[in-house]
């Protein structure tokens, strides 16, 4: 979503090396070891983490972890991060699992202002009710506080339920009902992917449905409908939010041309009530599947928005690779 100031990626940082190994003591323990040196760019590091996975047995797994090392930047601030991570994981058949992930991460800077302590939670939950009917539940959550002042701490919580549905008995139908809550408050020092700073932060409630039918062996229709009801900021003033809904909807084709080659034809529309707007957006895009269970794809949109309702940042026009994988 975003990235720290002090690690910026551009062409001239050339990657890093990654070296590390695994060794499996028993059934049911093991334990892995990485270095991770970039070494080339205008950001440096040396970084090393240690962990151990236990499966105790088929249900159950554990995984703990440890990672330090130092991050140095083209004007000389250095960073020493540690961070100390755990996760839990239960997988019983297809019908439960859920796994939960935590981290701590602890930054200590040279340099006034740089200080920094993150936490971090994801988990996610599936619970095959039947067999039509799927629940699926999911969390990710980042704190992440400054050393000299509220205003520099920066926030992320997304969470999610929904229902997935696919009848046994017409397996062309799939359909998924989903409400997700959003509250993004990004720190002044982060930079968006469109290069700015300082990105605009909302808290929303998000509505959605998505149906697709199989029509044939060849053809395939879809719709989606999604609502946002929330508020947004510019300033992160939190007297500054301000009321910001809108409707979102969708129809798409595809059409499986050939033995591994699919086109997507998709058209959207969507409604701003506060600021009376109703925008059209149209998408086309070709996918080849590689093997059985993946696809990549390249596209065009042609509109300034995407088929998300989360996004407000109104900058998706253009060219865009989409990897699809299938399970």
Known sequence: RQRSALTPLNGSDLGSIVVGRKHRYNDTLSAYIENSYDLYGETRSLTSTYGVTYTPD?????????????VEDSTFNTLERVAISASIGYNKDDYVSWKLKGEARFEDSNTVGLDRDTYLVSGTYNYKQNDDWRFLANVDAVVSQSDQADFLDGDYIEASVGYAYRPVDNDRLNALFKYNYLFDLPGPDQITVAGNNLGPAQRSHIL?????YDIDEKWSVGAKYGFR?????ATRDADDFTRSSAHLG?????????????????GRVLHAPQLDTTDFGFVAAGYR?????FKVGIGYNFADFSDDVADITRDDEGIFLNLVGKF
């Open 58 to 70: 088929a249900l159950w797994s554990y995984d703990f972890g440890i990672e330090y090392g130092d």
């Open 208 to 212: 959605s449905a998505d149906f697709i």
């Open 229 to 233: 009801i929330g508020e947004v900021s």
């Open 250 to 266: 969708v129809l798409r084709l595809d059409w499986h041309v050939v033995n591994n080659w699919d086109v997507l034809l998709e």
């Open 289 to 293: 599947h590689v093997g059985d269970n």
